[in-house]
């Protein structure tokens, strides 16, 4: 019986001894960072049992390198990793109750660790990488926030199966084709800037989306706004958009960026009476009259367009911002007035040699 009792004891004691034996952190760097989460001084080991206890990492900037060591850390929630020099994630393979993973301006290609972590409900960032492939994203379906700017994607098909998805950026990639984010009808936030995008109509019936970037794209037509009347705020400048009459539909907009395109007529945004910022330089306006509707207006940027009477702008008593430099015009007795009225007015006329 005694011995049968040594043979059953020796695995127990094998089992817990396991759980505290020291854990080997590569990087230095990393190490340091664990240390500090733990509270332990510089010296002191990191058990296996410590770190599986750990729930937050926020190792962000450290000059980390190498995150070998940290597949022990099976307890992690939140693991922050921004702006470090990681290439290979790994170590996080196994990581299944991460709900939040900050991964932005590293050396990472290879997403492929990510796929298993569906635990991932409220943020993923991963900007400023060099990533192509998002293949592995398909499985993330309760995920709420991604962010996957400045890097290489030009397919996103795979963030189709994301519907819970309520933030997305994907700024400056070679995305073309919008259409599998037609489906992602809880977004509310999305930034496709600087892509490569001249058809977004399959945005067109997304009701939550309250904020849409499209600027630095191909765009001309915008007939695909007239539904989404949740937004408040809409990103259009660097485009080729001649016709703005589709934004008339837009009653909630608060902020309004066109610059940078060809635009001459800006009649329809005279319906935009809730509008606090607009901004319209280097077009090819002339008539400002519709500005004299946006009475809650506080930032209006009007500079290099043809612009002689600003009259209009006269009694826009809530500007703050009021830049009108490189235009030809003739009669700045309204600016005068309006300074009288707002002494605090930011104010950009440019030189007298621009103005006339």
């Known amino acids: 019986m005694k011995s049968l009792y040594m043979i059953f004891s020796i695995p127990i004691v094998f089992f817990s001894c396991s759980s505290n034996q020291d854990v080997v952190i590569p990087d230095v760097n990393l190490a340091a960072a664990v240390r500090e989460a733990l509270d ?5 080991p990191i058990s296996q049992k410590q770190l599986e206890e750990l729930e937050q ?3 962000g900037e450290k000059g980390i390198k190498d995150i070998t060591g940290l597949e022990k850390a099976t307890g992690l929630k939140v693991l922050k990793l921004y702006e470090n020099e990681i290439l290979d994630i790994t170590p996080i393979t196994g990581l299944t109750q991460l709900t939040e993973l900050i991964l932005y301006d590293n050396q990472i290609s290879d997403i492929t660790p990510i796929a298993g972590l569906t635990q991932l409900t409220t943020q993923l960032y991963l900007g400023r990488n060099q990533i ?4 592995p994203f398909a499985n993330l379906k309760q995920l709420k926030e991604l962010e996957i700017g400045q890097n290489q994607i030009s397919d996103i ?13 994907l700024y400056e990639n070679q ?3 919008v259409k599998p984010l037609k489906a992602l009808t809880q977004l509310e936030k999305l930034n496709i800037g600087k892509n490569q995008i001249s058809d977004f109509s399959p945005l067109s019936n997304l009701p939550q989306i309250s904020s849409l970037y499209l600027y630095n794209n191909h765009i001309k037509d915008l007939s695909a706004l007239v539904g989404l009347k949740s937004l408040r705020s809409l990103l259009l400048d660097h485009n080729q958009i001649r016709d703005i009459k589709p934004i008339e539909k837009l009653p909630q907009l608060t902020y309004l960026t066109l610059q940078d395109n060809q635009i001459s007529n800006i009649k329809p945004i005279a319906t ?9 330089d280097r077009n090819q306006i002339s008539d400002v009259t519709p500005c004299s509707e946006l009475t809650q207006i506080q930032e209006l940027y009007l500079s290099k367009n ?14 703050t911002d009021l830049w009108i430099k490189d235009n030809p015009i003739q009669d700045m007795e309204p600016i005068r007035k309006l300074l009288k009225q707002n002494k605090n007015l930011d104010l950009d006329i440019g030189t007298p ?3 006339n």
Do not use: C, F, W, Y
């Not at 098909?157 to 950026?169: C, D, G, I, S």
């Open 306 to 319: 043809q612009i002689r009477d600003v009259t209009p702008l006269e009694n826009l008593t809530h500007l």
């Open 272 to 280: 935009l009476h809730k509008l606090t910022g607009l901004m319209l």
């Open 175 to 177: 995305i073309s084709d």
């Open 57 to 59: 990492l926020n190792a």
């Open 40 to 44: 332990l001084a510089l010296s002191d």
């Open 157 to 169: 098909t795979p963030l189709a199966n994301l519907k819970q998805l309520k933030v997305l950026h």
């Open 353 to 355: 040699s621009q103005e």
């Open 132 to 135: 192509s492939d998002i293949t």
